[in-house]
DNA sequence: AACGTCATGTAACTGGTTACATGATTTG
DNA sequence: CAAATCATGTAACCAGTTACATGACGTT
């Protein structure tokens, strides 16, 4: 389905950027629900930039350091705008390896059990203080209350989702664990 | 890291299975945190023959239709136990395409953007139903209350996980929707 | 001068999907 | 007897990760 490909339309929709910068996006809050690493992101720039959806200017940073500023052509932004608005069926399986072990329960002993859970809730109570710092500071920026004509209501929603994912993750956990008392 | 690999071992310490049993286990409440495709399977379990963590016998259905049930062998067991007590890092990234579109709504205007959530909701409430409705089946079936030792507990974990993942994505779409005006 | 970050790329491999291909069995 | 389901496999392709490789810039 080439997602990474509208990943990049989409970043490149919002600014002008580099290959760098767009995995530096990753690493923010979309990172929570897509990301890619440079070696895809590389590849997949200049095949964009074939497809004529995206071009370049060459920029010097510095003394001599070449960058690629990225930024959507017409092309580009039609074949964003379409992919937008296009209706996708809800995708079944997300992946999820500790899920997939508590499937295999029945192969653990009570106190195995508990261990793994206990130490996933952990985890993911960490997790969230993470992400809950973020949109605090996220909030702190704000003047006016965010709303649908905010920059940054696409950050802010994503953060509130993920926010909320955790956070019914731990309530989960905490409940599947007093299930085994 | 191989996780189909620990899929199967699973699997096949239940019960003795065929690779279009462990295909249709995928589509089960398991499906919606793992799956796989047959064409992935079959040659997952060659793979696990030559690796001596399974073996097969064939059996005959019917007239002369040949069948392989696949079973764990001791050293199955023993890799299976050693990555079920594995501590794994949290997984980052839960790749999610309405997520990404959520974070490029300033491209969208708003009434395209309450479709958009309308539908993803109207998706999300079916698949919520869908689900319901096999708990309510678990829970029929069931005699006494679930708990750590029933058979079908590691089944009605991942169920009431699935179940309470698409509560809370509801939920956040309609506090979406509900910022949007 | 050393370290961390900015910046770009390729190669090899692994994981996963779509499509091709075949045939037996069961159920309506 | 037709259609759905059971059952197994391969080939080609696409998506994504790990590792290899290089070098400039900014800060301490």
Known sequence: MRVLKFAILGLLEQDKMTG?????AFKGALGQFWSAKHSQIYPELKKLVVEELIAFETVIQGEKLEKKLYSLTAKGTAELMDWIQRVEAVNVSNKDEFMLKTYFIA???KQEAQQLFSNQLNSRQRKLEKLEQILTELEAEQKAPIHFSSPEFGHYLVLTR?????????????RSLALME
Do not use: H, S, V
């Open 20 to 24: 760098y910068d767009i995995a530096a």
């Open 162 to 174: 993920a926010i909320e994912r955790e956070k019914g993750y731990i309530q989960w956990l905490e």
């Open 107 to 109: 192969a653990m002993d």
